[in-house]
């Protein structure tokens, strides 16, 4: 029995280990609030606990469609974040609990799993009723479909006040409220966020896009453009018509000229 509770606990002392190396190689911060909108606990491949959402039967709708996709730029472990949301038809949002001065970044996790165009999936972020945080976010417009999108929001917190892009609002209740503001193109959404102590060097990035191959219709326009500059036109050159000599347009005029002036003398020594 004793022998079991050991093993036990140094399997424990193990795993705790490994999630300290792995906060420590990413740099990540002092994580002080993360929620998985739409969904349940879990714990990502960073070892964040992201809680279950804390508006289950609250606010709006939970949805968990997105499972049918593989989501693309993370990890399998983590794609459960992007694949559940909550969305509404009104402005909804949460409330934060911040209570130490210090600087901040809030990371809001999006994928679209719905949409398959731009521009039907419009709208906006407000942080603390008066920062608009992300203006007209377009998730498709942005990554397309099934593919894992965050924002980075760096904020400070200073003697009771948010401070944003050098702006400031009162922070009411030792709270932040962050708000997905209804627009006019559907119901703003939200997949997952995670508030952490830090700056953005500490916080582990998405990977960058893959680069876009270049279209057959693009390389064909691009070989036409080089092979009309490197064309060289067949047969003769057409003359220029203001490059002919007005000399030989000229010498009849002057032979006639010539002509005339001596029989003009004969006439007059009549």
């Given amino acids: 029995m004793f022998g079991n509770m050991k093993c036990c606990s140094l399997i424990l002392v193990f795993f705790f280990n490994v999630i300290l190396c792995i906060s420590q190689v990413f740099g990540i911060g002092e994580v002080i609030y993360a929620i998985n909108a739409g969904g349940e606990a879990h714990v990502d491949s960073l070892g964040v606990r992201y809680e279950r959402d804390p508006l289950q039967g609250k606010v709006g709708t939970a949805s968990d469609y997105g499972k049918q996709l593989l ?10 974040l992007y694949q559940t949301e ?19 970044v809030m990371i809001l996790k999006f994928c679209e799993v719905y949409f398959s165009a731009p521009n039907m999936k419009v709208f906006d972020v407000v942080l603390n009723g008066d920062h608009t945080i992300v203006p007209d976010l377009d998730i ?3 990554v397309g479909k099934g593919i894992a999108h965050d924002e980075y929001i760096p904020f400070s917190v200073i003697n009771g006040k948010l401070y944003y892009n050098e702006e400031e609002s009162d922070i009411r209740g030792g709270k932040i409220r962050v708000e997905f503001i209804k627009g006019y193109r559907d119901n703003p959404k939200i997949n997952a966020i995670c508030v952490m102590k830090g700056s953005l060097e500490d916080v582990p990035k998405l990977p960058p896009l893959p ?5 057959d219709d693009y390389r064909e326009e691009v070989d036409d453009k080089k092979s009309a500059k490197n064309r060289r036109p067949s047969g003769p050159r057409t003359p220029d018509p203001y490059s002919v000599d007005d000399t030989s347009i000229m010498l009849p005029v002057f032979v006639a000229i010539g002509a005339f002036i001596p ?3 004969c006439l007059c020594k009549l």
Wanted: charged share 30%; hydrophobic share 30%.
């Fill in 140 to 142: 498709y417009d942005r």
């Fill in 211 to 215: 680069a876009e191959p270049e279209t």
């Fill in 86 to 104: 909550r969305y509404h038809h009104s402005t909804f949002g949460y409330d934060i609990p911040v209570h130490e001065d210090g600087d901040y």
């Fill in 71 to 80: 989501i693309g730029r993370v990890p399998a472990h983590d794609q459960v």
């Fill in 263 to 265: 029989l003009l003398f």
